[in-house]
């Protein structure tokens, strides 16, 4: 007997034409060097095992105790790291996901109706079509062009503004593109979303790692009149042995209590962090200075950064 499947998940999961040159010129016997490779475990670095593997043996991690927030001492460590980023942001306003894909789970039933639309950038990051579809979210397009660096297009991104958007994605430093929303482009972005009524989602993902120093400060304090300000991070730490996320919800006006109830909401739904990940998680985030490698520090993050939104 065959079984039909829900339509969201009917993804053509058949051999690109990009895997099949990879499969066969290994199988020529032909060296490849993977410069796609993210996952620091994998790359050589020399980590103290010790180090990484003492917090999950943390004796407070024996206690069951969810908090569909996280623990307190691991928002605060989330705190602490944005501080680092001259960001304040209160430890309440937190709230913990296992992963960067979980918190745009979140964000995407927060803000979406299904059918509703999430604007996002192209060229970006294809996990977000995964995503979108899971959530029953349609994702629309907005292009960056390049001139002597890669710029949003703010006309293209205006003219595809619907009555069924609700939230533009900016990742901030873009992947693949490495471009980084500058100031203006930050203040146009909070301009367009305060008129329309929209969520600002920045994913700061690769915000330790800007192809030039101090190019990408965070912008997850946002300033724009009536905005109300939430920040998601992914954060792999190889010296905490854990992958975790969170969702951060800022000051300011909008529907900010409403906004930090209902991504709680969702984490009473799940529990999907556990204490020793949210121990981990700490650990790895006290543990050295945000940009340093693992070859140096110990600490050596693979995905890290942060997404947030901003209401208009």
């Known amino acids: 007997m065959s079984y039909r499947f829900s339509a969201r998940t009917g993804w053509d999961v058949g051999e690109s034409g990009f895997a099949a040159a990879i499969r066969e010129t290994r199988a020529a ?22 180090a990484v593997l003492a917090p999950l043996a943390s004796r407070e991690a024996m206690t069951y105790d969810p908090d569909p927030r996280g623990m307190r001492f691991a928002r ?26 979980e918190g745009y789970g979140y964000l995407f039933r927060l803000l979406c109706d299904a059918g509703d639309e999430v604007l996002v950038a192209r060229p970006s990051y294809p996990l977000f079509d995964f995503l979108a579809d899971l959530e029953d979210v349609r994702l629309r397009p907005y292009p960056l062009f390049y001139d002597y660096g890669w710029w949003i297009d703010f006309a293209e991104l205006e003219r595809r503004i619907g009555p069924r958007t609700k939230a533009v994605v900016v990742v901030h430093p873009n992947n693949p593109t490495g471009h980084a929303t500058g100031a203006g482009e930050r203040g146009r972005l909070e301009e367009i979303c ?9 994913d700061e993902v690769f915000l330790d790692y800007p192809l030039e120093e101090g190019e990408a400060g965070e912008l997850c304090s946002g300033s724009a009149p009536g905005a ?23 000051a300011g006006a909008g529907g900010g209590s409403t906004a930090g109830n209902g991504a709680a909401g969702g ?32 600490a050596g993050e693979g995905e890290s950064g942060a997404c947030g939104w901003r209401w208009g």
């Open 76 to 101: 605060e460590a989330v705190a602490g790291y944005y501080g680092g980023h001259r960001a304040d942001v209160d430890p309440d306003s937190v709230v913990l996901t296992t992963s960067t894909s």
């Open 29 to 50: 016997g032909r060296e490849l060097v993977d410069l796609t490779v993210s996952n620091p475990t994998v790359c050589g670095f020399d980590y103290d095992a010790g």
């Open 228 to 250: 109300d300000v939430c920040a998601e991070r992914d954060e792999q730490d190889c010296r905490a042995a854990a992958d975790e996320g969170w969702v951060d919800r800022g």
């Open 194 to 202: 305060a008129r329309h009524g929209l969520a600002l989602i920045v």
């Open 267 to 298: 984490g009473c739904g799940y529990l999907s962090v556990g204490e020793r990940a949210d121990a981990a998680g700490a650990a790895g985030l006290a543990g050295g200075e945000a940009g340093d490698s693992g070859a140096d520090s110990g």
